[in-house]
């Protein structure tokens, strides 16, 4: 409301909040009146809008936070200057697993399957291990340099990936 109002805290800007409330409730959803306001709200010291917060705290767009990490910048909104909600401060801990779980019980997080999505990493960890354990000495190559490995042994076979294809055929369309 502070958007369209002035910052003053008198019975004049409550009674013109109310209305701009009430007209905002007849004409947008819900999820729409929310998706403003995070979208405007100041998440840090200059630092406004939810892409902007999701960008600076977590290094990621706002549409693949983990679920502990939006409840994790929802926490810090009563005052997003003094606490952060990458840090480690106990309130930010605290109030993040309490909207955390109300997400949870309102059946907007499904525990489980976050549980299995932050899995898949620990599989390939394990899974790379035990093909080490099952190769005999010679063929094991330490696990940084797989990925390294994979590209040379392409580039070395002669054969040219798609893009290199694809680049070479529009080539010779414009010839």
Known sequence: MSLYL????????????AIL????????????????????????DGLFGIEAAAQN???KPASVLTAREAARLASVLPNPRK????????????????????????GIVIQEFEDVMS????????????????????????SSEYPQKAVDSREGSGKKDDASQSKEKATRKEQ
């Not at 002035?6 to 909040?17: A, I, Y």
């Not at 605290?94 to 997400?103: G, K, L, P, V, W």
């Open 6 to 17: 002035s910052p003053s805290k008198n019975p004049v800007r409550k009674v013109k909040e």
């Open 21 to 44: 409330t009430w007209r905002m409730e007849r004409n947008l959803s819900k999820k729409r009146i929310i998706e403003l306001y995070l979208n405007v709200a100041e998440w840090g």
């Open 57 to 59: 705290y977590f290094g």
């Open 83 to 106: 606490f952060n909600p990458a840090g480690s401060s106990k309130f930010v801990e605290n109030r993040s697993e309490r909207i955390y779980q109300i997400m949870v019980r309102r």
């Open 119 to 142: 899995e898949p990493q620990k599989a390939d960890e394990e899974n790379q291990e035990t093909l080490q354990e099952t190769l005999p000495s010679d063929m094991k190559v330490p």
